[in-house]
C-alpha cells in the first residue's frame, strides 16, 4: 500500500529534544502540534527573551504563570490553531463513505444565498414586519417537504436528527395523552435501529419492544405481529413503532405497507426515523407507505453541512391528523403576509422545544439545495446515490461477505467474516483505508451484523474516487488472502496519531489537561 513504507515522523517525540523538534516539524511540510499549555515556557512571554535571573518582571507574569495561563506569542498561537485546523478530515480534503451519515457535497450556492445580508444579518428578535423574506423562506421550506414526503404538517425547528425523533415521538405521545389512550405504553423498535430510536421512545416514557431482523435484515410481517399482539391481542397498549427505511442494513423494507397497516389498525402511530431519505428522496413519499411522523436531516438528504461543519437541523413533518401537536413556533401565512405562531396559540401543541425558530441558516441552504435541483434534480439525487451504493457493492460482493442478498439502496452493507480467518478485521481494514487517505466507512454498525462495513459513498461522489476505494478495499482482500497481514495492524502509519486504545478513551475519556510533565500524564 501507498504511504506503507514512510518512516512516521508524526508518531516520534519531537518535543523531547529541541533538535528533533526543528527537524521533524517542518518534515514533508507537516506540523507537529503540542498543546499550547505544552508549548509555552513558563519564564518568558510571546516574542520576548528568556528574563535573565537578576531581572526583577514588571509584566506580571508571575501571575499569569499561577492561573496557568499558557505563555505565547500570538503569532504561535494563530499557527496552533491553523496547524491543528489542518489535521481536520472533512468532506471537502476527500472521499468520506461513512454509513448512514450521508456525508455529500456542500454546495457553495447554498453558502452564498446563507451569507446574504438579508438572512446573515437578522435578529430572532426584530419586529415581524421586517423579517418577512425570512418567514417566507421557512414557510416555503415547509411547503417544499411537505410536498417530498406527502406529510402536511411541517415543524421547522428541532436543531438535530435526534432532536427531530424527540419532537416527533412527544407529538405521538401527546396525541395519545390527548385522546386519552395512556395504557398505550409499548414503542416497537427492529433491532438494526439507530440507538437514537430506542433512546427516545425511552424519554418519552415508553417501553421499547425489540422486533428480531437478524435473519433477513427487514422486519417480517410474522416477526412484527409477534411483536404487536405480544401482550395485548388488538395492539391496544402499543403507541408506535419507529422504523427507518431504508433500514440501516441499506435495505427497504418490503412489508413496509402490511406492517403500517396492522399498526394503524391497532391504533398506534408509525414513526420514521428520515435519516435515510436520501435513498428515496424525488421517487416516493413516505406517507404512500404509512408513515404518520417523521424527521429529516436537513445535513444529510439537503447537503448542509455537518460533522463539525455546522449545526444540525431535523424539522419533522406529520400528517393532518397529528399536526395540532406538534412544537410551537409553526410558520403562519395571512394573506400576504407571515408570520410565527405565538407561544399561547394552538393549545394542544406539545409547546416549545427550541429557542426561536430554529437553525435558520440551515433552513435558507436546505431550501437553496432543494430549488437548485428542482423536482427532476431531486430524483436524480436518490437515483444516483442508489445506483453509486450498489456498483460498490457489486464490485465488492466476490471479495467481502454480503450478508443480506440483493440489491442495495443508497448504502452497502459488508462484512469482515471472510478476512477474519485472516485475522483482519473490520478495525483493520477501517485504518488502512486512513492510511490510503480515506475516511472509513461506518464499523461495527448496525450491531446485528457481526464485523459489519457500511459503505454509503453518496451520489455526489465522482467514479474516479469510488473506483479508488473499490481498489484499495480489492488490494485489502488480495493481501489478507495471500497471508500477507502483518502490515494491516499497524495502520495507519502516516496519520497524525496511530492506533488509539478506543476502548479506554470512551471509558476514561481525559478532559481535562493536567501538568503533569513529571509523569508524561497529560
Ligand atoms: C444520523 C442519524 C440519526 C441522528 O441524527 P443526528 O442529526 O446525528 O442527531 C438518527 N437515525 C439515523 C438512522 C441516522 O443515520
Not at 453558502?111 to 446574504?116: D, H, M, Y
Not at 446573515?120 to 418567514?135: D, F, K, M, S, Y
Request: charged share 25%; net charge negative; proline share 6%.
Amino acid at each position: 500500500m501507498s504511504g506503507a513504507a514512510l518512516k512516521d515522523p508524526r508518531n516520534s517525540n519531537v518535543h523531547s529534544a529541541s533538535d528533533e523538534r526543528i527537524k521533524d516539524s517542518t518534515r514533508a511540510l507537516y506540523q507537529a502540534e503540542p498543546l499550547l499549555w505544552e508549548k509555552e515556557q513558563c519564564d518568558h512571554s510571546g516574542t520576548d527573551w528568556k528574563i535573565p535571573d537578576s531581572y526583577k518582571c514588571r509584566t506580571g507574569l508571575k501571575e499569569r504563570a499561577e492561573i496557568g495561563l499558557p505563555q505565547v506569542s500570538e503569532p504561535e498561537v494563530m499557527r496552533h490553531f491553523v496547524r491543528l485546523s489542518t489535521w481536520n478530515y472533512s468532506i471537502d480534503s476527500g472521499f468520506f463513505p461513512l454509513g448512514s451519515c450521508t456525508m455529500k457535497h456542500n454546495p457553495r450556492l447554498n453558502e452564498k444565498l446563507a451569507r446574504l445580508p438579508g438572512f446573515a444579518h437578522i435578529h430572532p428578535l426584530q419586529p415581524e414586519e421586517t423579517v418577512q423574506g425570512a418567514l417566507e423562506l421557512m414557510y416555503e421550506l415547509q411547503s417544499w417537504i411537505a410536498e417530498l414526503t406527502g406529510l402536511p404538517g411541517v415543524c421547522l425547528t428541532p436543531a438535530a436528527g435526534a432532536h427531530g425523533e424527540l419532537a416527533g415521538m412527544m407529538t405521538i405521545k401527546r396525541a395519545h395523552v390527548l385522546n386519552r389512550e395512556t395504557q398505550r405504553k409499548y414503542v416497537l423498535v427492529p433491532d438494526s435501529a439507530h440507538g437514537t430510536n430506542p433512546a427516545t421512545a425511552v424519554m418519552c416514557g415508553y417501553e421499547t419492544r425489540i422486533i428480531d431482523t437478524k435473519e433477513t435484515g427487514r422486519v417480517s410481517v410474522e416477526a412484527f405481529k409477534e411483536a404487536l399482539y405480544k401482550t395485548d391481542e388488538t395492539g391496544a397498549d402499543i403507541a408506535g413503532m419507529m422504523v427507518t427505511n431504508p433500514n440501516t442494513c441499506g435495505l427497504f423494507e418490503r412489508d413496509i405497507q402490511e406492517l403500517s397497516k396492522l399498526l394503524h389498525k391497532a391504533g398506534g402511530y408509525f414513526y420514521c426515523d428520515g435519516a435515510n431519505f436520501n435513498a428515496l428522496v424525488g421517487k416516493i413519499r413516505p406517507s404512500d407507505f404509512g408513515v404518520d411522523v417523521m424527521h429529516l436531516n436537513l445535513h444529510k438528504t439537503f447537503s448542509t453541512p455537518h460533522g463539525g461543519g455546522g449545526p444540525g437541523s431535523g424539522p419533522i413533518c406529520v400528517t393532518e391528523e397529528l399536526l395540532p401537536y406538534v412544537p410551537r413556533p409553526l410558520v403562519i401565512k395571512e394573506g400576504d403576509s407571515y408570520r410565527l405562531e405565538g407561544d399561547t396559540e394552538r393549545e394542544t401543541s406539545l409547546g416549545r422545544l427550541k429557542g426561536f425558530q430554529g437553525q435558520f441558516g440551515m433552513h435558507v441552504r436546505a431550501l437553496s439545495y432543494m430549488m437548485s435541483h428542482g423536482k427532476d434534480g431531486l430524483r436524480k439525487v436518490s437515483e444516483d446515490a442508489v445506483l453509486h451504493a450498489n456498483y460498490i457493492l457489486s464490485q465488492l460482493k466476490d471479495d467481502y461477505h454480503v450478508p443480506f442478498e440483493g440489491p442495495c439502496m443508497h448504502e452497502c452493507l459488508l462484512t469482515d467474516k471472510r478476512q477474519k480467518d485472516g485475522e483482519v478485521t473490520t478495525m483493520d481494514i477501517a485504518k488502512t483505508l486512513v492510511e490510503n487517505g480515506m475516511h472509513p466507512m461506518t464499523v461495527y454498525f448496525p450491531l446485528v451484523v457481526s464485523g459489519a462495513m457500511l459503505i454509503e459513498p453518496t451520489e455526489t461522489e465522482s467514479k474516479e474516487n469510488i473506483d479508488r476505494f473499490i481498489t484499495v478495499m480489492k488490494q485489502i482482500a488480495e493481501d489478507t488472502k495471500a497471508g500477507d497481514t502483518d502490515k494491516f495492524h499497524n495502520f495507519p502509519v502516516s496519520a497524525p496519531r496511530r492506533r488509539l486504545d478506543e476502548v479506554k478513551a470512551a471509558r476514561q475519556p481525559k478532559l481535562k489537561w493536567t501538568d503533569d510533565k513529571a509523569t508524561g500524564n497529560h
